[in-house]
Nanobody, 114 residues
Framework: VQLQASGGGLVQAGGSLRLSCKAS????????VGWYRQAPGKERELVAT???????NYIDSVKGRFTVSRDNVWRSVYLQMTSLKPEDTAVYYC?????????WGQGTLVTVSS
């Protein structure tokens, strides 16, 4: 199983970014995918999830600003981030739990300047 995350970058506060996570080696459409982030000096936290049938969940701090979606044909999950804040600065990871093992993308850095 491999997860390839991309789309991070530097953006000003109030701006937008779209992260992508492409999966291989897994029957992608059957699995919940999560987006996590880890800010400097902080623990990794779950930001959003999308289940196999498209149900989504978000942490309170990103509700109304972030949207997670998936395209099973392209085996990809996306995190559309709008109204970005400096506190959103972190390395973002996509994640899948498959057969009892945790798989992570390599991380993509999002930096939001004030």
């Amino acid at each position: 199983v491999q997860l390839q995350a991309s789309g991070g970058g530097l953006v000003q506060a109030g701006g937008s970014l779209r992260l992508s996570c492409k999966a291989s080696g897994i029957n992608f459409r059957l699995h919940t995918v999560g987006w996590y982030r880890q800010a400097p000096g902080k623990e990794r936290e779950l930001v959003a999830t999308i289940s196999s049938d498209g149900n989504t969940n978000y942490i309170d701090s990103v509700k109304g600003r972030f949207t997670v979606s998936r395209d099973n044909v392209w085996r990809s999950v996306y995190l559309q981030m709008t109204s970005l804040k400096p506190e959103d600065t972190a390395v973002y990871y996509c994640h899948v739990l498959f057969r009892g093992r945790h798989y992570w993308g390599q991380g993509t850095l999002v930096t939001v300047s004030s």
